[in-house]
């Protein structure tokens, strides 16, 4: 047969066959694995398609404030298919925190982040603050209405940093209002710079996945304890365990069909769903509109900082939350992972992101 | 090493303590809102008036509520005057008009709505103009202008000067067309909130709503009725092609159905053929 005759042949000089044998079929993963593991797969499904459906809207985007908004109206409106690419591109970005959340919370809940993985947990946290930060500086590049002022609001609220928060608004705006300036910093960083730094932490991310190996479900098993403190490097096999191609790659398939089922309902039937009326109304500087909201997911430190009495208060609050998840693992050293036999870990927890939800559910509605 | 003056010094130090303080905060910092939005300055009319009392101030809350208002159309853009400038914004010299005197309002208004002054004066209100007929703020407000549609000919309006009898039968002979045009009109603000680009659609029924509202200073109920009909006619293609993006996108949900359940049937399938190798 030809396939395998090519086979052969690629075999032959690269040496295929040990490669899948070491990393598919021969990679082997804990018997207990669930399907929280594969979100991971599904996140590096979205970002790929977030880079495609980015590179096929450059086409025909202009990041210049007196053509961007006409040019994001004539992909929706004239470009074949156009509508489906942007809308991909604007849902995919939310739904990509949406299950980069979901991500996070399997791994808070499994304790996946604990010794000897606080790397990933920190790289991952890290692709967590780059992923907001690329949907910041996309928001800005249709240049409406409500583009415009949700980055007058998100930059203006640097302005509360004592000494220095007046100078990092115009850094970061370059120049005193938003304007052509800001479009083509935010532009740059969310085409460029952004994707160039995702991508490598994406890559440190595996890596650092690959050379400690997979952890093993903390529940259903005995023994939910890490082997704490590590006295030397070891990678945690799983002898007896199930291949990752085809058990679990068929698994990954599973959750990305049922991902893309969503994703391409909400595409499809709630396109709008995300969007307020000034998200097709171009930029007016002159104009402000009323009631205008920063997106879902920064909805909870949009009013942390309205509920505090000062603005430098609440960015305080919410740097002080961000710094004590960023160094989860490094706080919490207790070799246990069965978030049930954890009672006041899971107490924090869960009492962590009901506050983030109320204040989320708060903020829309405030 | 070279020497840098103090303060580009102070801003390379304030600049490289926002990197470290914004990676920090990530861009949960940067989403920092307050309520007030609008850090753009509002017009130095509005900064100033809305803080006045009585007359002074009650015209800033009136025209937030209008159609200028919706429309970004600011106090200088009547009254004249330099919005920029609080200590010259009503000086004479930048070119402020102050308010007009009744008799001068007409040409007030005209100034951006030309042809309706022009059917205006030819009306029978226009002829009363300063002999005790009413001008364009007597029906369509000063400050809270409101949008011109049927609902200004009205018996509380009406019946201020006269009966209402001859204004209610042009009424009811221009209502299909009204009911027409604003129908017309919710349809393509839904599209264009959804992305669409209604501009050609929009521009269009402008057109076309400007003709209508030619008749509304009209007494004449024969040409009230021959010129809605025409109107009418050219509501309908419009209603036609608002029919064919209605059909585009009822047919992408269709399709939209179809892959969904497409995924999840093949999300079915992935989990069955899993189930084997278990």
Not at chain 1, 252 to 262: E, G, K, M, R
Not at chain 1, 347 to 364: D, E, N
Not at chain 2, 116 to 128: I, T, W
Request: aromatic fraction near 10%; include cysteine; charged fraction near 15%.
């Amino acid at each position: 047969m030809l396939s395998k005759r090519l086979y052969d042949w690629i075999d032959l000089r690269i040496g295929a066959r040990e490669i899948v044998k070491k990393e598919l079929t021969g990679y082997l993963l804990p018997k207990k694995i669930n399907e929280w593991y594969s979100l991971g797969s599904v996140l590096m499904v979205i970002f790929g398609l977030q880079i495609a459906t980015g590179m096929l809207l450059m086409v025909y985007y202009v990041p210049d404030p007196e053509k961007a908004f006409k040019s994001i109206t004539f992909i929706m409106n004239e470009v074949p298919y156009g509508w489906l690419i942007r809308l991909c591109h604007a849902v995919g970005s939310n739904m990509m925190v949406a299950v980069l959340l979901l991500h996070m919370f399997s791994v808070l809940m499994m304790g996946s982040y604990k010794s000897p993985r606080e790397l990933n947990w920190l790289t991952g946290f890290i692709l967590f603050c780059l992923i907001q930060g690329i949907s910041l500086t996309g928001y800005l590049a249709p240049w409406s209405q409500l583009s415009f002022w949700a980055t007058t609001v998100a930059t203006n609220s640097a302005a509360a940093i004592p000494v220095i928060g007046p100078y990092l608004v115009e850094f970061m705006r370059g120049g005193k209002l938003v304007g052509p300036p800001t479009l083509g910093r935010f532009f740059a960083l969310h085409v460029a710079v952004l994707p160039a730094v995702i991508a490598a932490l994406v890559g440190a991310h595996l890596f650092l996945l690959k050379r400690t190996g997979i952890s093993t479900p903390p529940s259903g098993v005995q023994q939910s304890r890490n082997p704490w403190p590590v006295e030397s490097y070891r990678y945690e096999s799983h002898p007896g365990g199930i291949p990752f191609f085809p058990n679990y790659a068929l698994q990954d398939l599973t959750s990305i069909s049922v991902y893309f089922a969503v994703f391409l309902a909400v595409v499809f039937f709630a396109p709008n769903f995300l969007f307020t009326p000034d998200a097709f109304v171009p930029a007016n500087p002159f104009q402000t509109p009323a009631h205008i909201k920063p997106e879902w997911y920064f909805l909870a430190n949009y009013q942390t900082l309205k509920i505090f009495p000062s603005e430098l208060l609440g960015l305080s609050v919410q740097v002080a939350a961000m710094t004590l998840l960023a160094l989860l693992p490094f706080l919490d050293r207790s070799p246990e992972r069965n978030p049930l036999k954890r009672p006041l870990f899971l107490v924090c927890s869960i009492g962590g992101i009901l506050i983030w939800i109320g204040l989320t559910i708060w903020g829309h509605y405030s | 090493m070279t020497l840098l003056p103090q303060h580009t010094r102070f801003r390379r130090r304030a600049t490289f303590g926002a990197l470290i303080f914004t990676l920090l905060a990530g861009p949960q910092a940067a989403t920092a809102a307050t309520a007030a939005a609008g850090e753009q300055p509002e017009s130095a009319c509005i900064q100033c008036h809305e803080t006045l009392p009585d007359r002074l101030g009650a015209p800033v809350k009136l025209w937030r509520a209008s159609i200028h208002a919706e429309n970004g159309i600011s106090c200088n853009a009547c009254h004249g005057g330099d919005a920029k400038d609080a200590a010259d914004a009503m000086n004479r010299t930048r070119g402020f008009l102050g308010a007009p005197k009744e008799a001068e309002v007409p040409a007030f208004c005209g100034r951006c709505h030309p042809g309706v002054m022009k059917d205006y004066l030819l009306s029978a209100h226009g002829k009363a103009l300063g002999k005790g007929g009413p001008n364009c703020v007597t029906c369509h407000g000063n400050h809270r202008v409101v949008k011109a549609s049927l609902e200004l000919i009205n018996e509380k309006n009406c019946s201020r000067c006269h009966s209402f009898e001859r204004a209610r039968t042009i009424r009811a002979a221009m209502q299909q067309t009204e009911s027409y045009v604003v129908g017309i009109d919710a349809r393509i603000a839904g599209f264009q909130a959804e992305g669409v680009d209604t501009d050609r659609l929009g521009k269009g029924l402008f057109a076309i709503r400007n003709r209508f509202h030619t008749l509304f200073h009209e007494v004449d109920v024969s040409l009230v009725k021959r010129e809605s009909a025409r109107i009418d006619a050219e509501l309908g293609k419009l209603d036609l092609e608002l029919k064919a993006i209605e059909d585009a996108r009822a047919r992408r949900r269709v399709v939209g159905g179809f892959v969904v359940t497409g995924l999840l049937l093949l999300a079915w399938l992935f989990h069955l053929l899993k189930k084997t190798y278990d």
